[in-house]
């Protein structure tokens, strides 16, 4: 497994952009699938991206489709969330979250199937 941290988060207004970003541990990054997940206060953790170990998929929650962008630089073991346009219902934790991957090119939807996660990270967004 490997250990991740988030950082990135802030207040921001409606129509802002922030990028968050995840940084992991360990050699073999570009092994693992990687996705952020979102929880609202006293709502169910949220699907929001995720992106296979070559970085060559991605897919995005329709919520969020046209304003946040997944990506990763495996050479700084690092993945990202650029986040665009947003909106107050935005406004959550967001977590990131990696599985070693059983192809370069799986992309991994569920939270169930990741094995490692950040802490995470607060997003804010006002009206």
């Known amino acids: 497994q490997v250990q991740l941290v988030e950082s990135g988060g802030g207040l921001v207004q409606a129509g802002g952009s922030l990028r968050l970003s995840c940084a992991a541990s360990?050699?073999?990054?570009?092994?693992?699938?990687m996705g952020w997940f979102r929880q609202a206060s006293e709502k169910e953790r949220e699907f929001v991206a995720a992106?296979?170990?070559?970085?060559?998929?991605?897919s995005a929650a329709d919520s969020v489709k046209g304003r946040f962008t997944i990506s990763r630089d495996n050479a700084k073991n690092t993945g990202y969330l650029q986040m665009n346009s947003l909106k107050p219902e935005d406004t959550a934790v967001y977590h990131c979250?990696?599985?070693?991957?059983?192809?370069?090119?799986?992309?991994?939807?569920?939270?169930?199937?990741?094995?490692?996660w950040g802490q995470g990270t607060q997003v804010t967004v006002s009206s």
């Open positions: 992106i296979s170990g070559s970085g060559g998929r991605t």
């Open positions: 979250a990696a599985q070693m991957a059983v192809s370069s090119g799986t992309v991994y939807y569920a939270w169930w199937e990741y094995a490692s």
């Open positions: 360990g050699r073999t990054f570009s092994s693992y699938g």
